[in-house]
């Protein structure tokens, strides 16, 4: 392992070979970390062309879950090509049938299934996905052909189960629907993606964009037309608060509607979010904050935040009699912020305004703030 390596690097690789020339086995040996590793057997010979042909006797992946080579599989390669004939790889609950695999210079071609797939995304901490008896299960199937053009399609989709997040206070997003379709028709991509929870809202997307083979690799054309859109619908975020901290309770929705255009060289992205009815309390230090409301929109350039307000009525009456509570509170609190952000660049302003707005919510911790405010801001 190189010194300064990533976490994800090699930590131990080995291959040894016993026999002939024309006859031998040859087993590797892979390990990474996170105790993912790989351990394969495979018997056949080696030509004068150096083209080695055989079978793949045993294969296991572990991955979070091991994966076993179910019978030998026909193999073959040489210094332009490999191929590996129909196999099936079976573990505790994932199945994968892999109906052919070759790879040339001048041609990849790939067609199977998956079933009972557990995703475990790297989330950051807090938001850390937990794996439980209902882990979230996907399956996929495949069928690619990239010769002088590209085609095929590739399928995933939720089988079963569910996602939780969070540790201290673990949250089921709920999801019942998750669906991603990726096809290609003679250079043509398109890239579909619909997801519903019954926490986490629904997301659907669509996306287009030129397939274009150069020096042998694909690749997206830089040139070519892109062209998507993006829509988000979050009816309740009052699982949100508990994830972040113990003590903050979130209410409300959003939705957003975003839109891509330009070409992979030179993207264009523009869209809105808004937000109603939002909320936030924060337990221990009395914070409410409510009837809030969120309108942003975006360009190419720049960032708008045409309105963040609040209403918060007071909810405590302080144990001070010379503050004149009545007066102070006979109208609910108001906060609201608005301005603006360049994307490249990170200079900003943006305008601060409270009226009356309750911070501290005690019976001896009482705070009242109004005012005005302007922030500046860049990336540093």
Known sequence: RAQGASEASLRRASLSAEGSRGDHTFTLEVELAHRYAVHAEARGGLSQGLEWSGKLNSLSVEAGGELQLASPAALDFGPDHIRLGAARLRGEKADVKSEILSWSPHEILARGRLSGAQIHPGLSDPLRVRTHRSALLFGAEWNVQLREHANGLVHVFREGGDLVVGEETPVAL????????????????????????????????????????????????????????????????????????????????????????????????????????????????????????????????????DELSFVSPNRVRPDEGRIDYKALTAEPGKASAKGKIELASGLGIFQLEADRLPILQHHNRWLLISGQGQVASTWK
């Open 174 to 305: 709920g999801i019942s629907e998750l669906e991603i379709i990726a096809a290609a028709t003679d250079d043509r991509l398109a890239l579909s993606v619909n997801a519903v929870g019954r926490r986490s809202g629904r997301l659907s997307a669509s996306v287009t964009a030129e397939a274009q083979r150069s020096g042998g690799r694909w690749r997206l054309a830089p040139n070519q037309p892109l062209l998507g859109r993006a829509q988000i619908a979050i009816p309740n975020v009052d699982w949100l608060g508990p994830l972040v901290d113990a003590n903050l309770r979130t209410v409300g929705g959003f939705s957003g509607d975003f839109s891509f255009s330009g070409t992979p060289a030179a993207p264009v992205a523009s869209g809105s979010i808004q937000g109603e009815k939002l909320g936030l309390v924060m337990v221990d230090q009395g914070l409410r904050l409510a009837g809030g409301k969120l309108r942003m929109r975006f360009d190419a350039d720049r960032v708008y935040l």
